[in-house]
């Protein structure tokens, strides 16, 4: 199939005019973003939704910016404005790190981090990012707004805590002192989805890790999350044979399939190597040398 099913289109002015939208069209249908993901789907028919909510009006949504210890970013932020962002370079090194793996400029300049953690594609960049990171997200519905953890956020492939006639409104990042992050990624080809990739964040207390986050993609992680290697860092010192052995817990502790981008056996040892690179990396942020 090339062409999607037939649908009726409705263009959002507000937030809560979304979600009344999506309350008169009932279940079927779906919220567009960027819909670089969303089309594709419903052009395969593995989407068919009988009613479109375009988003893309919200301009509100669309905003990075520092409120006391977090940063906060609103759902329709596309992906370039996450990439060209000072504010998140200097805090989430991290993102721009993900970002700039992500595809290409059309899809980044079109492509929203909202729409990115509601596809809940276990390779998308942007969950292992935000899971490193203990970010948290703003859902709203008619009842009033919740806030959710983002390790909790993902309930499986393409489910999440976003239930129908909600909206993902925010994500926002705690700011840690003497922390810094990285993401690596090996595709088959520059703008691919990946084999695999991690996500560090390590913060010091001196020259131990007083706390990590390390994010997985498309390695079958539960929540994108390295949990057992992240409880073995901690209180540990920052040295690369700790990293290493982090590495190897991760990648011990992961879920890859084999498929055209690899054997199981390749993606656990790449899991390995870019989980123990980015810690050392991130380390190296956080002492101000990188
Ligand atoms: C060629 C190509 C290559 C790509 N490569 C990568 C890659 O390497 N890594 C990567 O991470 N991503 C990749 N992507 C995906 C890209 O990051 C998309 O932008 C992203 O997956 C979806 O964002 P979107 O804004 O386009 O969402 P849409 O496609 O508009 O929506 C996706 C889903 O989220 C829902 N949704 C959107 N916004 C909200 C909201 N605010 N609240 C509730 N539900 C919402 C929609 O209903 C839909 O179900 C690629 C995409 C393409 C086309």
Known sequence: MQVPAQFAYEKATSVDDAIELLARHGPESLIVAGGHSLIPMMKLRLAEPSTLIDINGLTDLDYIRVEGDQVRLGAMT?????????????????????????????????????????????SEDLSAAFSALRADVVIRGAEG???????????????????????????RV?????????YQKVERRAGDWAVASAGSVVSLDGDTVAEAGIGLTAVGASHFVAAEA??????????????????????EHCAPSADQRGPVDYKRALVAELVARTLQRATARARGEA
């Open 78 to 122: 596309r992906h370039a404005t996450v990439l060209e962002s000072a504010v998140v370079r200097e805090h989430f090194p991290i993102l721009p790190d993900a970002e700039r793996t992500i595809a290409d400029p059309l899809v980044r300049n079109r492509g929203t981090v909202g729409g990115s953690l509601c596809q809940a594609d276990p």
């Open 145 to 171: 707004q919740r806030v959710v953890p983002v390790r909790e956020f993902h309930h499986g492939p393409y489910e999440t805590a976003v239930a129908h006639g909600e909206l993902l409104i925010e994500v």
């Open 230 to 251: 992240e409880d073995a860092l901690r209180g540990r010192p920052a040295t690369d044979e700790a990293f290493t052995e982090a590495g190897r817990i991760a990648a």
């Open 174 to 182: 705690p700011i840690r002192t003497r922390t810094g992050s990285a």
